[in-house]
Every structure is written in C-alpha cells, then in structure tokens.
C-alpha cells in the first residue's frame, strides 16, 4: 500500500492554480506625504544631523517617487509613536482594507477559506498576524496558516508558491494571500547613511489574492498560474548582507543596504533567468542562448559578448518589484525592455513609492486599470529581497480585463497616468 501511495504521489495530476481576484490598499488622503511633508517631519523629529538632512533631500529627489505617497499615521506626529500598538494599528488597517475588498470582489465567505498565507519581513508580532487574520474573521479551526517573516521585498511571490504548493495538497479549496510591510516599527532613527535609505523609499501599502484550485471557478478567474521559480544566493556572504537588519553605532536598529546591492541583484537576476528562460521562452531564443554560452565557456573569451535572451517574445506584460528607481534602470537595461513595459513599475514607485512585496500587485492593478490585460497576455512578476532572493512568478490571462468593471486604487486616476518623472 505504501509503495501504491508512493506511486500515485509521484504521479497523480496537478492542480490549476486559479487568480480570482486581488485587491491593493489605499490609504485615505490624510495620511499623503509629499517630499516637503517627509522631509520637515525629519526635520521636526530632531532625530536627524543636517548633514543627515541633506543625505535624505538628495535621495528623494532621485528616488524616483512622487508626492502623492502614503506614510503612517503614527510616524507623522512630533514626536514620533514608534510603539507596538500603533505598528498593530497600521497593519490591522492595511491587512483588514485589502481582504475586505478581495472577499467583496470574489463573493466568497471567510469561512470558505482553507489556507491562508501571510507575510511581512520586519514586522512579526505574537500572536503572529496570521493568527490576527484568522481571530478577525472568524476563520474555520481547519485552516493552513503560515505567517512567513524576514523574507524581504520578494516574499510576496514566495507566498504565492507557498500557496501553489498548499493547493496541491489540498483538494477544493481557496487560499488567501496577504503581503504588506510595517512602517512605524521599522522607522530608523539614527544617521547611518547606509541604513537611512529606507526611509526614504518605503510607503505604506498591501495587497490580498485570493487563489482557488476549483475547476468550476477557471470561468469567473482573472488569471491562471503558469510558473513559480525561486532563486537563493544566500550562500554567498556578500549576497546574504547586503540587506541586512543591525544596530549602528548607536544602537538604534535600521536595514542597511550596501554598495553591492545592485551587482548582487543582477546575479540573481541572471540566475533566475537561466532557469527560468527554458520553459518559457520560444526555442529560437533558447538556442541563441545555449550556442552563446557554449562558445564562451570553450573559447574562455570575453569577446564573444553573453546573450540576453529577448522575454518580451514570452511576456507581454512585466511587474517588477518598484524597489527604487535605480533598481528599475538597471532592470530595464539588463532585460532590454521599452519604456512602456516598464511603465507599471515606475508610475507604482512614483504613486505609491515602495510597498514592499505588495509592488508587483499594484503593478498588475495598474495594468487592468490601463485596459492592457488581454485573453492569453501572460504577465511576468519579478521579485528581489534580502538573503538575496530573486523570485518569478508568470500568470495568464483567461479573460480580457474590462476596466470599466475594476474596482483598484488606479480607477479614479488612470487617465493621469503616465507622468515624466523628473531626473535630479
């Protein structure tokens, strides 16, 4: 019997992964910070040198973000109420906002839930915001939770393959993932440059998707999921701090980025390609590649230049985490991509800044809400967080996006986008 059991393991069919809907967080207007608003509220927090001052005016102004981002509430009042209550605050109303919208949009009940996924990188009260999740709506005592902490930016994608894999397992079911980041906990109060960066770059915002591996639900999804790849090269000593949580030489607790961050990036990057290149690229581009490779690893030469196979033969659309603008350039650059195909991830940076693992669904949001979705469009999500992980994730659409039907944070400002962002 266990050897049958074994057998049919190995080989029983797998499940289609169903989108039925997502929803993004908006705050509500009195929580919109423009550059001046931050950078007197640094100042009036008195927790800054002015040559820290200076250090944040110089990265806003080349962040690439706008002035219609979303701070919190807690970290726009003098002094600051960096406390457990108000960071629980901040994300109870982010989590709670964006689920109440999925399970409005999709009609289906907490208690249909069967596994719900969660993450958030610095912020991991107990009881964990899963448990929170579950005690708010009443969630059945069966559940599947998994609340997934210090994962970085990439967690989001991370979370959809947890969820993939779950529903595997898990016959007829829905799994909830949320992905959102905390602001008031994880606000750096002291003057290292390397660690001042984040508050620079980071906003409030997070994302539900609600997945379904029920066939009878493929008529009324949005997307199907085609392929998951995660990529870890945190063997690497130099990839595994290049994030990295510590004290500075005060003691106050901040995320320092170091200068190898965007080298690091791109070798994931490169590596998560080649892997994943092979299953979706057409057979063209994959024999360009591997002839490419092949005469640089024999004639050990620099003058046969690598080969960058071209991914907009297999995607039409691209979600890029909106990390910051010099991540997007470099992005943009190594993948040969056109402006307008990275138009999702500048004009999501420049509303919303960075929400952390969220970006890539604000991203999508910004595409239904541009009418670009059509039936079969196959949509590449890209990731990059700490350890260093950079993670994929590729749907395809079964329906055309109507976005007259939409209900998204873009809806109201679409025809607004996209804006010349100013290079400073």
């Known amino acids: 019997m266990g050897f049958l059991a074994a057998i049919y393991s190995t080989r029983r069919p797998r499940r289609n992964v169903y ?53 919190s ?10 406390t457990m209550t108000e960071a629980r605050n901040e994300t109870e109303t982010v989590m709670f906002g964006a689920i109440d919208e999925v399970l409005g949009k999709t009609g289906v009940k907490p208690g249909d839930i069967g596994i719900l996924v969660v993450n958030s990188s610095l912020f991991n009260p107990s009881p964990s915001l899963a448990d929170t999740i579950v005690n708010h709506y009443k969630l059945r005592q069966s559940i599947v939770t998994y609340n997934l902490g210090g994962m970085g930016c990439s967690a989001g994608i991370i979370s959809i393959d947890l969820a993939k894999q779950l529903l595997q397992v898990h016959g ?101 390609i080649t892997a994943l290149g092979p299953s979706v690229l057409p057979v063209s581009e994959q024999l360009l590649f591997l002839v490419t490779l092949f005469f640089r690893k024999t004639l050990k030469t620099k003058i046969v230049k690598p080969y960058v196979p071209n991914f907009k033969l297999a995607f039409e659309h691209f979600c890029i985490h909106a990390g910051g603008r010099s991540v997007l350039d470099e992005l943009e650059k190594r993948l040969g991509l056109l402006p307008m195909q990275m138009e999702p991830s500048r004009m999501t940076l420049y509303r919303f800044g960075n929400t952390s693992s969220s970006s890539v669904w604000y991203e999508m949001a ?40 939409e209900i998204n944070p873009w809806m109201d400002e679409i025809d607004e986008y996209p804006v010349e962002v100013p290079l400073m």
Not at 373 to 384: A, L, S
Request: charged content about 25%.
């Open 366 to 405: 910004y595409l239904e809400a541009k009418g670009r979705i059509k039936k079969r469009d196959r949509v590449w999500q890209i990731g990059f967080g700490s350890g260093f992980k950079c993670n994929s994730c590729v749907w395809r659409a079964l329906k055309q996006i109507d976005p007259a039907m």
């Open 172 to 272: 007829d079911s829905y799994a909830l993932v949320v992905s959102t980041e905390n602001l008031t906990y994880n606000w750096y109060k002291g003057n290292n440059r390397a660690m001042l960066v984040t508050n620079c770059l980071f906003r409030v915002g997070g994302a539900a998707i609600l997945l379904s591996n029920r066939s009878s639900d493929r008529c009324h999804s949005k997307y199907e999921l085609v392929r998951t790849l995660r990529t870890h090269t945190g063997a690497d000593d130099r990839s595994h701090s290049c994030v990295y949580q510590q004290e500075d030489e005060t003691n106050e607790v901040g995320v320092s980025l170091s200068k190898d961050l965007m080298v690091v990036a791109g070798e994931a990057l490169k590596e998560n």
């Open 19 to 71: 989108l039925l809907n997502f929803a993004c967080f908006k705050p509500g207007k009195d929580t919109m910070v423009s550059k001046e608003l931050f950078l007197q509220l640094c100042n009036d927090s008195e927790y800054f040198t002015p040559e820290s001052l200076g250090f944040l005016k110089k990265i806003l102004e080349r962040s690439g973000l706008g002035e219609r981002t979303y701070g």
């Open 73 to 82: 509430t807690a970290l726009m009042q003098i002094p600051v109420i960096k």
